[in-house]
């Protein structure tokens, strides 16, 4: 067998030092850094015994080995590869997820679930802290924290504390510290929508003043001595009626607790407290503080109407004939 001769006329200075630098497995990864200058005089001879003897350029023998792709210019090369760190950051930018919006609200209501004061929008964000603010005074109503809640919302389910419980659990005893706890708290992913729910008890308790006979009838018109929950009324002593004098043992004391009416003759009262006198008795009744649950407390004085006085009656003892049968005697009276 003949040895076959090759021979290179001339390959380009770039790719040469390719080849001497980089193994022949490599140049898959070379694609963007091998520069190879195009010549029509760059060919590479077929052995002399061939009979169709054959050209090959250049592109012919990178096709053949790795088909490496060549770029025309380094400022080609340049721009690729800014091309290249574009993208890849548009793709991170657009790979990161969005920070999701929490509803935050703050509401005021009454026992009943009335609103009594618009609610307060508090949004924040996952990864976030909220700002709470604290209960708000309302007038004729006071906070209950046993009522009040926190409400969660975690990927579409409700979780319900009372802010006493979580007062609790948080080792914190005041609503001020509470607040200001959970504003230190990070907003967790998974949070929706956070409720601070504040509840109210209506603390106005009335308070009245009836004059009335015996039959109840008004002989007076009444009086309102409104207080509230926490506080005192300021009751004051029976009216003098003329014609009519007052009776402790029918005049009483009219309290509605939690919807159920208790009675007392005040007469009763004066005695459990130790009281001899009306104005002692009213005196004390004011220094007591109305306690939770009292609704309605009415002093309801009674009179008895005076007698008429009658004139004297004489009464006599006689027989048929006149005489007297014993000494007379006078009767006094009233009517009525």
């Given amino acids: 067998m003949k040895n076959h001769r090759t021979i290179i006329k001339s390959i380009s200075f770039s790719l040469l030092c390719v080849l001497l ?21 760059n060919t590479i001879e077929t052995p002399e015994n061939s009979t169709d003897k054959k050209k090959l350029s250049t592109e012919d023998v990178l096709n053949s080995t790795q088909k490496i792709q060549t770029p025309t210019s380094p400022e080609h090369h340049a721009t690729d590869d800014t091309d290249n760190l574009k993208n890849n950051t548009l793709k991170s930018r657009k790979g990161q997820p969005q920070i999701a919006t929490v509803n935050g609200t703050i509401t005021y209501l009454d026992e009943s679930g009335n609103t009594l004061l618009p609610s307060k929008a508090v949004p924040s964000q996952i990864g976030g802290t909220f700002n709470f603010s604290v209960a708000e005074p309302i007038n004729g109503y006071q906070l209950d924290l046993t009522k009040s809640k926190v409400l969660t919302t975690i990927n579409g389910s409700l979780q319900t504390v009372t802010i006493k419980e979580a007062m609790g659990a948080s080792h914190v005893e005041t609503l001020d510290a509470f607040i200001a706890h959970i504003n230190q708290q990070a907003i967790t992913a998974g949070v929706q929508d956070v409720e601070l729910q504040y509840v109210y008890n209506n603390i106005t308790v009335n308070g009245t003043i009836t004059y009335l006979d015996e039959s109840g009838n008004t002989l007076l018109p009444s009086k309102a001595v409104p207080s509230q929950i926490g ?16 009776d402790l043992t029918k005049s009483k004391v009219l309290t509605t ?25 009213i005196a004390h009744i004011n220094q007591q503080a109305i306690a939770v649950g009292v609704q309605n407390v009415e002093l309801q004085y009674v009179y008895t109407k005076d007698a008429v006085s009658g004139g004297d009656i004489t009464v006599s003892y006689e027989d ?3 005489h007297k049968l014993a000494e007379d005697m006078i009767q006094s009276g009233n009517v009525g």
Avoid: C, R, W
């Fill in 320 to 322: 048929e004939s006149g």
């Fill in 21 to 41: 630098t980089n193994p022949i497995d490599d140049l898959g990864v070379l694609a963007n850094s091998v520069t190879v200058e195009e010549s029509q005089q």
């Fill in 231 to 246: 506080g005192t009324f300021n009751f004051s002593v029976a009216e003098p009626i003329n014609g009519y004098q007052l």
């Fill in 257 to 281: 607790i939690n919807g159920s009416l208790q009675s007392i003759t005040i007469k009763e009262a004066m005695a459990a407290s130790h009281i001899e006198t009306l104005d002692a008795f």
